[in-house]
Nanobody
Framework: QVQLVESGGGSVQAGGSLRLSCVVS????????MGWFRQAPGKEREGVAQ????????YYADSFKGRFTISLDNAKNTLYLQMNNLKPEDTAMYHC???????????????????WGQGTQVTVSS
């Protein structure tokens, strides 16, 4: 049973930073995708950043390049999302997710995701 638990959300002013964490527990493959996704009220869920756990490739939607960074601490089984220069439109519930097996070279941006965390709320005020 795979479990994902996010933390690190909160309320910040525009221009501020937050680092989200996602602790992974349970048995996972050696090659799979993990990612951060967000959903604001009344909007569809959107992908923020993804990483292949195996070959280390990272993927970012254009609107997050240069502001957000996804990273992994293998020793802590923790996925991070460093978010800088936050904007009010970044306000959303942020979820981490993990896929099933994905071979090296798979495009994690277009992968389906099987396991989801409950999310952590990020609120950015102007």
């Amino acid at each position: 049973q795979v479990q994902l638990v996010e933390s690190g959300g909160g309320s910040v002013q525009a221009g501020g930073s937050l680092r989200l964490s996602c602790v992974v527990s349970g048995s996972m493959y050696s090659n799979y995708c993990m990612g951060w996704f967000r959903q604001a009220p009344g909007k569809e869920r959107e992908g923020v950043a993804q990483m292949h756990i195996g070959d280390g490739s990272t993927y970012y939607a254009d609107s997050f390049k240069g502001r957000f960074t996804i990273s992994l601490d293998n020793a802590k089984n923790t996925l991070y999302l460093q978010m800088n220069n936050l904007k009010p439109e970044d306000t959303a519930m942020y979820h981490c997710a993990a896929s099933g097996f994905r071979s090296s070279g798979s495009n994690c941006m277009v992968s389906s995701y099987q396991y989801w965390g409950q999310g952590t709320q990020v609120t950015v005020s102007s």
